[in-house]
């Protein structure tokens, strides 16, 4: 339904490189890379303080509420939740990441070779993202994700069939504007392969966007994933994924507040910041990337 | 505008037999064994056979899935090995409870999405515009599941004020079917007990659900605004010497709303995967719901029926949206 739109990939790419201009545009991009960055530094270096191991079990200590001891309470195994939340940063920014690549690199591919060829390899191509698109993307995944078992891996297996079409797409539109440019033209006049006008102008030029489209889908593959977490689809226990400890913590809702609150919150400020950076980055990059990048569209 | 209508729906079924297709040989790589799913934990392998051979699993999978195309052009959408019943009655069961849901969230979440966007535009960059797009966007990111359980342990367990699940409380009697919506019907049979039952039980399924759509509307009206605002007819209608007012009643609001119109479908979209996790936090028995349980007992041909349902529905709901859009928008022509 969204046409893209064509725009211009090099001042796009010259913007990118200017961070103090992104942070000056919006008090929102500010709290965006703050909370982001704290994310990034707890999911690196959250083992390190994290007062306990993860899955260690004390039935002594079950259910306890917050206290100096344990920060976030602990659960029904006597686990120190502070400790839980911390492992699962590093859980959700790793899941997302491989579902990233994974639908960029796919997306990417198609989306080149569908515009590059034309023609009936084209028509294919596009047909099939329209079938993968014709489907509510978290009902797509819950079924492929059940299907395959219930894991962690065949989730982020499941997700990147949901994202890449997306990419395909978005590439596909950029590869139609820019094969038509003087500069690949003139590269063409001047003899250059297939291959060095792939990797040397059109990925160079097509990257900005792709890369502010993944950073607007980063919170959606963290939220997702814990969703199907959730469902029981996802991470199974005794991994400290988020979305698989509020499984847990729904049996304790009532007594218990803060089995289920902590894991909530951290995604919860997760995903707001990723899709705070994502949204405040379409937004300062160019007024007319908005037309070929969409956000908020499951 | 034919041509335009004979072409989605052209595409419409090439997408719906692609939607078999994957659901389908997706469905029968699953490792859960269906033959053990209806004859039981404890049948023996004779039994096992016998199941296999009633619902045709002993087939070869291209057979099975050209009986399954058979039956579904009949209207066939096969029985549930849960609940035994053909998934089409299953479905018409449990379709109504979700439309119940949806309308009312998507009705409010839009009203208040469009009355957030329109005050986001017209204080462009002040406070209110910023928080304005700070709940856009974090409707739009909170998990659904946490907020449902979140509701629940705030307005069950700590006030008391409405209840934690279901459509009606234990002993209110359903009101007469006629449309199925049990707020509806219960206003048709002047049963305002029951009204009032129903409506306690669709506030917190309903709030959480109508935040994700405030969140989206809310930043498509603002874009759309402010693009409007921009318009030379717009500062015609200033140097007129019109009242603001009617500027953004009458020249305004009515640009910018149309856009609007097109998000319904990715509204859609986002309702039908939010219902799945609502429903089943808040054992609504909707479709959502029963796609759960039907995913979860490797329950075949439910999980497929409900599949193509919902695809059959998001695909419509989008035809009808781009329909009224070029009734709405005359500039508009899709080619």
């Given at each position: 339904?969204?046409?893209?739109?064509?725009?211009e990939?090099?001042?796009?790419?010259?913007?990118?490189?200017?961070?103090?201009?992104?942070?000056?545009?919006?008090?929102?991009?500010?709290?965006?890379?703050?909370?982001?960055?704290?994310?990034?530094?707890?999911?690196?270096?959250?083992?390190?303080?994290?007062?306990?191991?993860?899955?260690?079990?004390?039935?002594?200590?079950?259910?306890?509420?917050?206290?100096?001891?344990?920060?976030?309470?602990?659960?029904?195994?006597?686990?120190?939740?502070?400790?839980?939340?911390?492992?699962?940063?590093?859980?959700s920014?790793?899941?997302?990441?491989?579902?990233?690549?994974?639908?960029?690199?796919?997306?990417?591919?198609?989306?080149?070779?569908?515009?590059?060829?034309?023609?009936?390899?084209?028509?294919?191509?596009?047909?099939?993202?329209?079938?993968?698109?014709?489907?509510?993307?978290?009902?797509?995944?819950?079924?492929?994700?059940?299907?395959?078992?219930?894991?962690?891996?065949?989730?982020m297996?499941?997700?990147?069939?949901?994202?890449?079409?997306?990419?395909?797409?978005l590439?596909?539109?950029?590869?139609?504007?820019?094969?038509?440019?003087?500069?690949?033209?003139?590269?063409?006049?001047?003899?250059?392969?297939?291959?060095?006008?792939?990797?040397?102008?059109?990925?160079?030029?097509?990257f900005?966007?792709?890369?502010?489209?993944?950073?607007?889908?980063?919170?959606?593959a963290?939220?997702?994933?814990?969703?199907?977490?959730?469902l029981g689809?996802?991470?199974?226990?005794?991994?400290?994924?988020?979305?698989?400890?509020?499984?847990?913590?729904?049996?304790?809702?009532?007594?218990?507040?803060?089995?289920p609150?902590?894991?909530g919150l951290?995604?919860?400020?997760?995903?707001?910041?990723?899709?705070?950076?994502?949204?405040?980055?379409r937004?300062?990059?160019?007024?007319?990337?908005?037309?070929?990048?969409?956000?908020?569209?499951? | 505008?034919?041509?335009?209508i004979?072409?989605?729906?052209?595409?419409?079924?090439?997408?719906?037999?692609?939607?078999?297709?994957?659901?389908?040989?997706?469905?029968?790589?699953?490792?859960?064994?269906?033959?053990?799913l209806?004859?039981?934990?404890?049948?023996?392998?004779a039994?096992?056979?016998?199941?296999?051979?009633?619902?045709?699993?002993?087939q070869?999978?291209?057979q099975?899935?050209?009986?399954?195309?058979?039956?579904?052009?009949?209207?066939?959408?096969?029985?549930?090995?849960?609940?035994?019943?053909?998934?089409?009655?299953?479905l018409?069961?449990?379709?109504?409870?979700t439309?119940?849901?949806?309308?009312?969230?998507?009705?409010?979440?839009?009203?208040?999405?469009?009355?957030?966007?329109?005050?986001?535009?017209?204080?462009?960059?002040?406070?209110?515009?910023?928080?304005?797009?700070?709940?856009?966007?974090?409707?739009?990111?909170?998990p659904?599941?946490?907020?449902?359980?979140?509701?629940q342990?705030?307005f069950?367990?700590?006030?008391?004020?409405?209840?934690?699940?279901?459509?009606?409380?234990?002993?209110?009697?359903?009101?007469?079917a006629?449309?199925?919506?049990?707020?509806?019907?219960?206003?048709?049979?002047?049963?305002?007990?029951?009204?009032?039952?129903?409506?306690?039980?669709?506030?917190?399924?309903?709030?959480?659900?109508?935040?994700?759509?405030?969140?989206?509307?809310?930043?498509?009206?603002?874009?759309?605004?402010?693009?409007?605002?921009?318009?030379?007819?717009?500062?015609?209608?200033?140097?007129?010497?019109?009242?603001?007012?009617?500027?953004?009643m009458?020249?305004?609001?009515?640009?910018?709303?149309?856009?609007?119109?097109?998000?319904?479908?990715?509204?859609?979209?986002?309702?039908?995967?939010?219902?799945?996790?609502?429903?089943?936090?808040?054992?609504?028995?909707?479709?959502?719901?029963?796609?759960?349980?039907?995913?979860?007992?490797?329950?075949?041909?439910?999980?497929?029926?409900?599949?193509?349902?919902?695809?059959?529905?998001?695909?419509?709901?989008?035809?009808?949206?781009?329909?009224?859009?070029?009734?709405?928008?005359?500039r508009?022509?899709?080619?």
């Amino acid at each position: 339904m969204i046409e893209v739109t064509a725009v211009e990939p090099v001042r796009a790419h010259r913007r990118l490189d200017s961070v103090t201009g992104f942070l000056h545009a919006s008090r929102l991009n500010v709290i965006a890379v703050i909370i982001v960055g704290l994310v990034v530094a707890v999911a690196i270096f959250g083992t390190f303080v994290a007062p306990y191991p993860p899955n260690h079990i004390d039935l002594l200590q079950r259910l306890r509420p917050p206290s100096v001891h344990h920060l976030f309470g602990t659960d029904d195994y006597g686990r120190d939740l502070f400790s839980r939340v911390l492992a699962g940063a590093w859980i959700s920014l790793y899941v997302a990441t491989v579902i990233l690549l994974t639908s960029v690199a796919i997306g990417t591919i198609l989306g080149i070779v569908s515009g590059l060829v034309g023609g009936l390899t084209d028509e294919i191509i596009m047909r099939a993202t329209d079938l993968f698109l014709a489907f509510p993307a978290l009902i797509l995944a819950a079924a492929i994700a059940a299907t395959l078992g219930p894991s962690l891996t065949h989730t982020m297996l499941a997700l990147s069939t949901v994202f890449w079409p997306w990419y395909a797409r978005l590439v596909r539109g950029q590869v139609l504007t820019l094969r038509e440019r003087e500069f690949i033209l003139a590269a063409r006049v001047a003899g250059a392969s297939t291959g060095r006008i792939v990797f040397k102008h059109l990925l160079r030029n097509v990257f900005p966007l792709v890369i502010v489209q993944a950073s607007l889908d980063v919170g959606y593959a963290i939220l997702f994933t814990s969703s199907l977490s959730f469902l029981g689809l996802g991470a199974q226990p005794p991994t400290p994924e988020w979305g698989a400890m509020m499984t847990d913590a729904r049996s304790f809702l009532e007594d218990f507040w803060w089995y289920p609150t902590f894991p909530g919150l951290a995604l919860a400020v997760t995903v707001v910041g990723f899709n705070l950076l994502g949204d405040g980055l379409r937004d300062w990059l160019d007024p007319r990337l908005r037309g070929s990048l969409r956000a908020g569209r499951w | 505008m034919g041509r335009l209508i004979a072409r989605r729906l052209v595409f419409m079924v090439f997408v719906l037999w692609g939607v078999t297709l994957i659901t389908f040989f997706l469905s029968r790589v699953a490792p859960g064994d269906p033959a053990r799913l209806i004859a039981g934990p404890r049948a023996n392998a004779a039994a096992l056979e016998h199941i296999r051979q009633i619902y045709g699993l002993d087939q070869p999978l291209v057979q099975q899935y050209i009986t399954y195309m058979s039956d579904l052009l009949h209207g066939d959408l096969g029985t549930s090995f849960v609940t035994r019943q053909p998934v089409r009655s299953d479905l018409a069961t449990f379709f109504p409870a979700t439309v119940e849901l949806a309308l009312f969230a998507m009705l409010i979440g839009s009203t208040v999405g469009v009355l957030f966007g329109v005050v986001a535009a017209l204080h462009r960059g002040a406070p209110g515009d910023v928080g304005v797009r700070f709940v856009a966007i974090a409707g739009l990111s909170l998990p659904a599941f946490w907020l449902a359980m979140l509701f629940q342990l705030t307005f069950y367990s700590r006030l008391a004020w409405l209840p934690f699940g279901g459509r009606l409380a234990t002993g209110v009697p359903a009101p007469p079917a006629v449309t199925g919506l049990y707020t509806v019907d219960s206003l048709l049979a002047g049963q305002w007990h029951t009204f009032a039952d129903a409506v306690t039980h669709l506030v917190l399924p309903v709030a959480v659900l109508a935040l994700a759509e405030v969140g989206l509307m809310a930043r498509m009206v603002r874009t759309s605004m402010l693009e409007v605002l921009g318009e030379d007819y717009i500062r015609t209608a200033q140097a007129k010497g019109l009242s603001r007012r009617r500027v953004l009643m009458r020249h305004t609001l009515r640009n910018a709303l149309l856009p609007a119109v097109t998000i319904l479908g990715l509204e859609f979209g986002l309702l039908a995967g939010g219902v799945f996790l609502v429903e089943t936090i808040f054992a609504w028995p909707g479709v959502g719901r029963y796609a759960y349980d039907a995913i979860r007992a490797s329950d075949y041909n439910a999980t497929m029926g409900v599949t193509l349902v919902i695809a059959l529905v998001y695909v419509l709901v989008n035809l009808v949206v781009d329909v009224v859009y070029l009734f709405l928008d005359p500039r508009i022509r899709y080619t």
